[in-house]
T-cell receptor, first 113, second 119 residues
Framework: GQQLNQSPQSMFIQEGEDVSMNCTSS?????WLWYKQDPGEGPVLLIA?????ELTSNGRLTAQFGITRKDSFLNISASIPSDVGIYFC?????????????FGTGTRLQVTL | NAGVTQTPKFRVLKTGQSMTLLCAQD?????MYWYRQDPGMGLRLIHY???????AKGEVPDGYNVSRLKKQNFLLGLESAAPSQTSVYFC??????????????????FGPGTRLTVL
């Protein structure tokens, strides 16, 4: 089955730095989502994007729905230690009746003090 | 609201044993899902349900069965566990998508996971 490509796979950054990660696909999605997973927990929704070109913020997080509908980007500004975790993108094609998602492989973020 | 809960949190099985994972949600969601998460693979959909009494196969359904006898519960069964089923299992639920403006309110909420090891 298809999985979305996320990059980078992992990154170490210093507290206070800005972070950028992206997610790409070979096919079009009509919804892009960004989840964060803390160690030992389930994914938690951060940002949802529903229109091509849409730019949405949630506190220090900003995500964009790529104009081609084949990619999405997540930026974190002024990183702090609690930003540590795995960030997943997910796409939905809105076909069928169930809200099925395709997930990315994840970006592991580690912050050094 | 407890949200989405999963039972048990951890389990170790021997090859060939059977077990059932329980997912419960108190948000009156119509849709429920079971995923597995393996290192470097993201989350992959095993089975899902669009309502009480209905189930459907996802991306990786082999070796698993599911049942949704009550709207709030979704059970995942392993009839004969294999080492390849060692994984972290996540349940999720969501509202039925209707013709309303897209909203994060309709997106999937996840449980805390069950870590299963098959020896």
């Amino acid at each position: 089955g298809q999985q979305l490509n996320q990059s980078p796979q992992s990154m170490f950054i210093q507290e206070g730095e800005d972070v950028s990660m992206n997610c790409t696909s070979s096919s079009i999605f009509n919804t892009w989502l960004w989840y964060k997973q803390d160690p030992g927990e389930g994914p938690v929704l951060l940002i949802a994007l529903y229109k091509a070109g849409e730019l949405t913020s949630n506190g220090r997080l900003t995500a964009q729905f790529g104009i081609t509908r084949k990619d999405s980007f997540l930026n974190i500004s002024a990183s702090i230690p609690s930003d540590v975790g795995i960030y997943f993108c997910a796409g939905r094609k809105n076909t069928g009746t169930a809200s099925k998602l395709t997930f990315g492989t994840g970006t592991r973020l580690q912050v050094t003090l | 609201n407890a949200g989405v809960t999963q039972t048990p949190k951890f389990r170790v099985l021997k090859t060939g044993q059977s077990m059932t994972l329980l997912c419960a949600q108190d948000m009156n969601h119509e849709y429920m899902y079971w995923y597995r998460q393996d290192p470097g693979m993201g989350l992959r959909l095993i089975h899902y349900s669009v309502g009480e009494g209905t189930t459907a196969k996802g991306e990786v359904p082999d070796g698993y069965n599911v049942s949704r006898l009550k709207k709030q519960n979704f059970l995942l069964g392993l009839e004969s566990a294999a080492p390849s089923q060692t994984s972290v299992y996540f349940c999720a639920s969501s509202f039925l998508r209707v013709a309303t403006p897209a909203s994060s309110y309709n997106e999937q909420f996840f449980g805390p996971g069950t870590r299963l090891t098959v020896l």
